[in-house]
C-alpha cells in the first residue's frame, strides 16, 4: 500500500504538479519541508533586526518611510512561511520554541552588524539580491503553499533589492566620505553574502534530495554563480569594487571565477559564533517574553467573548 502511494507521489512530482498539505506524502518529504520552510521563515524575522536598527536614524523622511515598509514585509513574509508551515501539522508554539531554544537554524547574514547607513544599501542590494536569486525557482517548488507565498515573497523583494541599489547609487554620487561608507559596506557585506546561499554542492548534505522532490530547482554553487554574474556589473556600474582579486571574467565559461570563500567562517556564524548570535537571539526571546501580556490579554479576550456567545 506504502510502496503504491510512494509510486504514485513520484509521478506526481514528476509531472511537476503540486503536492497540498492534505495530500498523501512521504514523512520525510515533510519533514524536510518543515525544516527549509521554517529556517526560511525564521531568517525573515530575525532579518528585521539588523536594519530595525536603522529605521530611527534614517537619513530622511523618505528613506523612513521605505525602510519602515521594506521590514514591515520582512515580518509578513515570515508570516506567511510560518503559515505555510503550520499545515504540515507543526504549531507556531513549536516553531517557536525551536528558534527561541537556539534548535533551529536561520540564516548566517542577520549575524552580521549594520554598523553605518551604507549598510542599509548594502543589504537591499546584497541580501536582498542573493534572496531574489534563491527564492525565484521556488515560486516553482512543488509543495503548493510554499511555491504561493514566494511568488508575492519574490514581488516585494524585488522592491527591497531596489530601494537598497538606490541608497548605494546616491551615495556613490555624494561626497568622498559617503563614497567610503558605500565602499566599506560592500567589503564588509560581500563575502557574507556568498556564503548566504549555502555550503558548496559538494558539502550540502540535502541538495541531492531536495533536487529529486523539485523542492529546491537549483544548486547552491549555480545560484551563487548567478548572483555573482548579475551583481558584478552593477558594481562596476556605479563605481564600486568588489573585494575579491581573484575576480575575472572567464570567456569560455561565460561566468566570473571568483575567490576562495573563507568557509571556517561560514560554519562559526552557523554554529552560534557570528559576531551577533548572540544579540539577535537575545532580542528575539525579549520580544517573545515582552509580549507574553499582549497574548494573554488577546486570549482572556476571546475566552470572555465565547463565554458571552454561549449564555
Ligand atoms: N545560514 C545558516 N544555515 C545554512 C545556510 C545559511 N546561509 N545555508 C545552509 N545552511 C544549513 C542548512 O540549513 C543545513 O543545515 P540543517 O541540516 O541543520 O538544516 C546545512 O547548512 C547544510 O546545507 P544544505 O544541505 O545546502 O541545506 P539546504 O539544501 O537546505 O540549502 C538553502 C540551504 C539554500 C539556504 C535552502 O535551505 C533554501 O533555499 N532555503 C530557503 C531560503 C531561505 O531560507 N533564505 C533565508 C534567507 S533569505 C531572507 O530571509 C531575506
Known amino acids: 500500500q506504502v ?12 509531472r511537476d504538479e503540486k503536492i497540498e498539505p492534505k495530500d498523501w506524502m512521504p514523512e520525510k518529504y515533510r ?7 521554517s529556517q526560511h521563515a525564521h531568517s525573515e524575522i530575525v532579518g528585521m533586526l539588523p ?12 528613506r523612513k518611510v521605505a525602510l519602515l515598509a521594506k521590514v514591515q514585509d520582512e ?21 517557536y520554541e525551536q528558534l527561541h531554544s537556539g534548535k533551529a537554524k536561520y540564516s548566517s547574514i542577520f549575524n552580521y552588524p549594520t554598523v553605518t547607513w551604507a549598510d542599509m544599501g548594502a543589504i537591499g542590494w546584497l541580501v536582498d539580491g542573493a534572496a531574489i536569486i534563491n527564492q525565484v525557482p521556488l515560486c516553482n517548488t512543488s509543495f503548493g503553499p510554499y511555491a504561493r507565498a514566494m511568488v508575492r515573497v519574490c514581488k516585494e523583494e524585488s522592491f527591497h533589492q531596489r530601494q537598497g541599489y538606490e541608497i ?9 566620505e559617503q563614497k567610503d561608507m558605500a565602499q566599506d559596506a560592500l567589503n564588509r557585506w560581500w563575502w557574507p553574502s556568498l556564503m548566504m546561499l549555502g555550503p558548496t554542492d559538494a558539502e550540502s548534505v540535502h541538495t541531492e534530495q531536495s533536487m529529486k522532490w523539485k523542492l529546491k530547482r537549483k544548486s547552491n554553487d549555480d545560484l551563487r554563480q548567478q548572483f555573482i554574474d548579475q551583481t558584478v556589473p552593477q558594481a562596476d556600474l556605479i563605481g564600486l569594487v568588489i573585494p575579491d582579486p581573484d575576480l ?8 566570473h571565477d571568483f575567490g576562495e570563500i573563507n568557509w571556517d ?7 552560534g559564533h557570528g559576531p551577533m548570535n548572540k544579540e539577535r537571539m537575545k532580542a ?9 501580556w499582549v497574548r494573554d490579554a488577546a486570549m482572556a479576550y476571546s475566552e470572555k467573548q465565547q463565554e458571552r456567545k454561549e449564555k
Open 3 to 14: 510502496k503504491n502511494l510512494e509510486k504514485q507521489f513520484e509521478e506526481r512530482i514528476a
Open 31 to 37: 519533514q524536510t519541508h518543515i525544516r527549509q520552510m
Open 51 to 62: 536594519e530595525g536598527n536603522w529605521i530611527t536614524r534614517a537619513p530622511s523622511l523618505r
Open 75 to 95: 515580518a509578513g513574509h515570515g508570516l506567511y512561511l510560518y503559515s505555510a508551515c503550520e499545515t504540515l501539522g507543526i504549531s507556531r508554539d513549536e516553531l
Open 168 to 176: 548605494m547609487i546616491k551615495l556613490m554620487n555624494g561626497t568622498q
Open 248 to 255: 575575472k571574467w572567464n570567456e569560455e565559461r561565460g561566468s
Open 265 to 271: 567562517e561560514f560554519w562559526q556564524v552557523v554554529k
Open 284 to 292: 528575539r526571546v525579549g520580544a517573545w517574553e515582552g509580549g507574553e
